[in-house]
């Protein structure tokens, strides 16, 4: 569509505000870190199974997949994304139905926008159905995606959350995660990163251009 259609159908003030939208986003997060040379896989509660997902084996775990799907369908991305190598799955499975799900990034733009170290993985996406929260899954899934991070090399994972998210930050820190600090950013033309409030150590301006 022609700029000027857009203007004519969106009007100057919502053209104006989704054109800065797109060139100007802000972002507040919480951030929540461990160690993981030490990290062990935990032991699964009775009735409960642990799956791994890597670019190795979804297609013997086709049918999990489906399932993850139909909890919900923005898993979609997320498998193409473990299909690629860039990211690993970790499922709780109770009494065969999905009941948790959490992701380990190992290559992805988030991390380059957090301006996270090489021996840094991101862990996100985690979600229980809301059946089964209050039982530790969240804990157990940081703790199975540690020693994930481990095995592939990381020496710490980091975690974002949403300042207003308190049950993913008990979670994490009952998963043995410790609060790093607040991160106020903003991304200029989705690449250019100024994270104007951060913990130490982080860097003052980031660029992230690629995908991941
Ligand atoms: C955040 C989330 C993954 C936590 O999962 P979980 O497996 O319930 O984790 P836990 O069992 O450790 O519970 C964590 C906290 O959630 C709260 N909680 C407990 N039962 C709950 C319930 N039935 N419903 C909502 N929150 C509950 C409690 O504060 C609990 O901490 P506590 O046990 O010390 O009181 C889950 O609430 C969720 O999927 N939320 C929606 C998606 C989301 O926010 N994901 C995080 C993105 S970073």
Redesign the pocket.
């Known amino acids: 569509m022609q700029l000027i259609d857009r203007l004519r159908l969106l009007g100057f003030r919502q053209f104006t505000k989704r054109l800065l939208s797109a060139l100007f986003r802000s972002r507040a997060y919480v951030l929540f870190s461990r160690d993981c040379e030490d990290a062990v896989m935990p032991e699964p509660l009775p009735g409960e199974a642990f799956h791994v997902l890597s670019a190795h084996n979804v297609i013997e775990k086709q049918a999990l997949i489906e399932a993850l799907l139909s909890v919900s369908h923005e898993n979609a991305e997320y498998v193409e994304d473990i299909r690629r190598h860039r990211i690993l799955g970790f499922v709780i499975e109770f009494e065969q139905e999905v009941a948790?799900y959490g992701y380990l990034f190992l290559r992805n733009k988030t991390a380059c926008i957090l301006g996270i170290d090489s021996k840094t993985a991101l862990i996100?996406?985690?979600?229980?159905v809301?059946g089964?929260?209050?039982?530790?899954?969240?804990?157990r899934s940081v703790r199975a995606r540690a020693a994930l991070a481990r095995e592939n090399g990381y020496r710490t994972i980091l975690?974002?959350?949403?300042p207003d998210?308190?049950?993913?930050q008990?979670?994490m820190t009952?998963g043995g995660m410790q609060l790093v600090g607040r991160m106020d950013l903003f991304v200029v033309c989705s690449s250019l990163v100024a994270r104007w409030r951060r913990p130490a150590g982080f860097p003052l301006i980031g660029f992230c251009a690629r995908r991941g």
Do not use: C, I, L, V
């Not at 996100?124 to 229980?128: L, P, W």
């Not at 975690?159 to 949403?162: I, R």
């Open positions: 948790h996100g996406n985690a979600f229980t809301p089964y929260r209050g039982k530790g899954a969240q804990p975690a974002e959350t949403n998210n308190a049950a993913s008990r979670g009952k």
